[in-house]
């Protein structure tokens, strides 16, 4: 059964960048059953889906932040991560890694990030 | 970017009742349609996929119908550990995209 788990700082400044990696356990990342994707939620608010990477390292992402987002893939250690620069407060969320068949199933127990001096 | 709309944002059944959430999309999403559950705290949990499908582990008193623009979620007879928001979500078209949530509370 395929596990996720985020990790990353809990606290980043403003203009800075936002690194988070998810770590996939219970199956192999290189499986082509799956893309991998970041989705966030800011507090009290909504789901945004961010980026997703196939283990090939074909990505997609969402216009509204492709312009900050990377998504990267090491198959070596069965992970993929984000990084998100210049964050503003408007950052500060939970941000969930997810597994996508085409849906997004399973999930990460998320992180939250906070944008803040 | 297919918008999502869901209503209505807050619904209050009281337990044992059916409750009904609709989900409307702004352009065809066939039935490439999601539905997730989300507690207090944790992360989204898969319902129903294909619009009708149920994930696995799910029981049957949660069922999912529509197709094009119109989707509803239907849970039969609510049990407390059913009071939570739920999320419509499309995966027609990309970026995917969610619905803002329904919250369904006890009445």
């Known amino acids: 059964q395929l596990q996720l788990q985020e990790s990353g700082p809990g606290l980043v400044k403003p203009s800075e960048t936002l690194s988070l990696t998810c770590t996939v356990s219970g199956g192999s990342i290189t499986t082509t059953n799956y893309y991998w994707s970041w989705i966030r939620q800011p507090p009290g608010k909504g789901l945004e889906w961010i980026a997703y990477?196939?283990?090939?390292?074909?990505?997609n992402y969402n216009p509204s932040l492709k312009s900050r987002v990377t998504i990267s893939v090491d198959t070596s250690k069965n992970q993929f991560s984000l990084t998100l620069s210049s964050v503003t407060a408007a950052d500060t969320a939970v941000y969930y890694c997810a597994g996508q068949p085409s849906w997004f199933d399973p999930w990460g127990q998320g992180t939250l990030v906070t944008v803040s001096s | 970017e297919i918008v999502m709309t869901q209503s209505p944002a807050t619904l209050s059944v009281s337990p044992g009742e059916r409750a009904t959430l609709s989900c409307r999309a702004s352009q065809s999403v066939s039935s490439n349609l999601a539905w997730y559950q989300q507690k207090p705290g944790q992360a989204p949990r898969l319902l129903i996929y294909g619009a009708s499908t149920r994930a696995t582990g799910i029981p049957a008193r949660f069922s999912g119908s529509g197709s094009g623009t119109e989707f509803t979620l239907t849970i039969s007879s609510l049990q407390s550990e059913d009071f939570a928001v739920y999320y419509c979500q499309q995966y027609n078209n990309w970026p995917y995209t969610f619905g803002q949530g329904t919250r369904l509370e006890i009445k």
């Open positions: 990477i196939f283990y090939t390292g074909t990505t």
